[in-house]
C-alpha cells in the first residue's frame, strides 16, 4: 500500500478536529484578504489593546534583562502575585507551589489531562462546552462523557444530572463559569450543590476553568475551589487572556493540590519548559492590579450585550437567553431549520452559519463544535458600529428564508 501523507500521521491527530473557532475565523480572513466585507464575530478574543501599565512592564522587563531560562513552573514573584490574586479575588488559599505558569490556559488544561488521564477514563464536560476541552482529552485518551442542557435552564447543570453521569471509571469533571459559549456563570448556591454531589467521589478532580472570572455582570464571583471540603479536589485554572485583553501574550496558570501541580511541571517540562519571560513580567503586572482597572472594557461589554440581546430578540426564529458574564451570545435557531433560500435547505446549525457567511458576510460559529446543535454563538466582542451592521445584515438574511 503505498503511503500517503495521511498514512504516515500518527491516529492522534487523524482523529483530531480542527477548532472551530479557529477554522472559521481562518476563513473571514480569506474573505477578506479577497475584498469581501466580512464581519467576524467568532472568535473569542477581546477587541480591547493591553493596557499600558502591562505594557510597560513587559518593556522593563526586557530592559533588565529577563531573556533567560526561568524555573518551569514560573518566576517566584509571578507565583506569589498569583496567591495574592487568589486570596484577594476567590478567598482562596494557595502556596507558591501550588501555582504552575503556562504558555496560555490551554496549556495549562493540557497539563492537567496528561497529568491524571489514562485510556478509558471518563471526563465529565457539560454542554455547552469550549471547543478544546473535548479534544484536549481525547487526546489523553479519555472518554467523553456531555451533560446536556438546555437554554430554558440558562445551560447550567444540576446536581441530579451530575450524580447520574458519574460512575467507577470517572476521573474529572471540567466545567467553566462565565462559561464559553453561554456566557452562563453559576451562583455560590449552584456550585454549592454541584460540591454536595462532588464530595461524595473524592478521587473525582474537578478542573474549574475561571478565564472569564472578571467579564462577569453578575453582583458576585466565587470558585469551586473555596469550599473548604472541594479544595482538594479542585484546580483552578484562569490567566490573563481575556480580562487584561491579552490573548497574544499566551498566559495562564493554576491552582491546585501540591500533586497535581508538581505532576502538571513534570509535564510541562518536557514540552515548552518555562511560559515566555517577557509575558510572565506584564502577567505579574496584571494579576497584582486591581480588577477595577478593567471596568471600562467590562461597561462596555455591558452595552453590547443589551444591545445585542434587544435586536436579536426581534429576528423570528430566534430564541434567546440572557448571558450574565464572558462576551457571548448562546441563541437557540433551531426554529430556522428545515426552511429554505434558493434552493437549498437549512438543515442545521452548519448550515445556518454557512448562509449567514455567504448571504449576509457575518462569521459566527455552530454550536456543534460546542457540543449544542441547536445554537450558534455570537461574540459581541466588537466595536459597536460592528455589531450594528452585524445584526442588520443577519435580520435582512433571516428574512430571507422561507
Known amino acids: 500500500m503505498e503511503k500517503t501523507p495521511k498514512n504516515l500521521l500518527s491516529e492522534r491527530v487523524n482523529n483530531l478536529s480542527e477548532s472551530a473557532t479557529i477554522a472559521m475565523a481562518r476563513k473571514s480572513r480569506e474573505l477578506k484578504a479577497q475584498g469581501i466585507d466580512v464581519i467576524?464575530?467568532?472568535?473569542?478574543?477581546?477587541?480591547?489593546?493591553?493596557?499600558?501599565?502591562?505594557?510597560?512592564?513587559?518593556?522593563?522587563?526586557?530592559?533588565?534583562?529577563?531573556?533567560?531560562?526561568?524555573?518551569?513552573?514560573?518566576?517566584?514573584?509571578?507565583?506569589?502575585?498569583?496567591?495574592d490574586k487568589f486570596k484577594r479575588d476567590n478567598d482562596v488559599s494557595y502556596n507558591i507551589n501550588q501555582i504552575v505558569v503556562s504558555t496560555g490556559a490551554k496549556q495549562s488544561i493540557a497539563n492537567v489531562a496528561l497529568s491524571l488521564i489514562n485510556p478509558g477514563d471518563e471526563v465529565i464536560i457539560p454542554a455547552p462546552y469550549w471547543v478544546s476541552y473535548e479534544e484536549i482529552f481525547k487526546m489523553a485518551g479519555a472518554v467523553i462523557v456531555p451533560i446536556e442542557t438546555t437554554i430554558e435552564n440558562d445551560f447550567k447543570i444540576t446536581a441530579e444530572q451530575l450524580k447520574n453521569a458519574i460512575n467507577e471509571k470517572t476521573k474529572l469533571m471540567i466545567y467553566s463559569s462565565p462559561c464559553n459559549p453561554s456566557g452562563s456563570v453559576y451562583s455560590k448556591e449552584e456550585l454549592r450543590s454541584l460540591a454536595d454531589v462532588?464530595?461524595?467521589?473524592?478521587?473525582?478532580?474537578?478542573?474549574?476553568?475561571?478565564?472569564?472570572?472578571?467579564?462577569?455582570?453578575?453582583?458576585?464571583?466565587?470558585?469551586?475551589a473555596a469550599f473548604d471540603d472541594m479544595y482538594q479536589q479542585v484546580v483552578t485554572v484562569n490567566g490573563v487572556s481575556k480580562s487584561f485583553a491579552m490573548t497574544g501574550w499566551r498566559l495562564g496558570y493554576i491552582g491546585a493540590p501540591e500533586w497535581i501541580a508538581k505532576a502538571c511541571t513534570k509535564i510541562q517540562g518536557q514540552f515548552t519548559s518555562g511560559a515566555s519571560s517577557i509575558s510572565q513580567r506584564a502577567a505579574l503586572a496584571a494579576v497584582s492590579s486591581s480588577p477595577n482597572v478593567i471596568l471600562p472594557m467590562k461597561e462596555a461589554f455591558l452595552e453590547r450585550r443589551n444591545f445585542m440581546l434587544k435586536e436579536l430578540r426581534n429576528i423570528k426564529g430566534i430564541k434567546i437567553n440572557e448571558p450574565k458574564g464572558a462576551f457571548y451570545l448562546f441563541p437557540d435557531v433551531s426554529e430556522l431549520f428545515g426552511q429554505h433560500f434558493d434552493g437549498k435547505t437549512v438543515n442545521?446549525?452548519?448550515?445556518?452559519?454557512?448562509?449567514?457567511?455567504?448571504?449576509?458576510?457575518?462569521?459566527?460559529?455552530?454550536?456543534?463544535?460546542?457540543?449544542?446543535?441547536?445554537?450558534?454563538?455570537?461574540?459581541?466582542?466588537?466595536?459597536?458600529?460592528?455589531?450594528?451592521?452585524?445584526?442588520?445584515?443577519?435580520?435582512?438574511?433571516?428574512?430571507q428564508l422561507n
Open 40 to 83: 467576524s464575530l467568532s472568535l473569542g478574543e477581546p477587541d480591547f489593546n493591553t493596557p499600558d501599565f502591562i505594557k510597560k512592564a513587559a518593556k522593563e522587563g526586557i530592559d533588565q534583562n529577563y531573556s533567560k531560562y526561568m524555573a518551569v513552573n514560573g518566576y517566584e514573584d509571578l507565583r506569589i502575585a498569583i496567591c
Open 348 to 399: 442545521n446549525a452548519d448550515d445556518l452559519c454557512l448562509f449567514l457567511l455567504e448571504e449576509a458576510k457575518v462569521a459566527l460559529v455552530t454550536g456543534n463544535a460546542f457540543g449544542s446543535p441547536n445554537c450558534i454563538r455570537i461574540s459581541y466582542a466588537a466595536s459597536m458600529e460592528q455589531l450594528k451592521e452585524a445584526v442588520y445584515r443577519i435580520k435582512s438574511a433571516i428574512s
Open 198 to 224: 462532588l464530595v461524595q467521589y473524592s478521587s473525582v478532580v474537578v478542573v474549574s476553568d475561571e478565564i472569564y472570572e472578571h467579564i462577569n455582570f453578575t453582583d458576585s464571583y466565587f470558585s469551586m
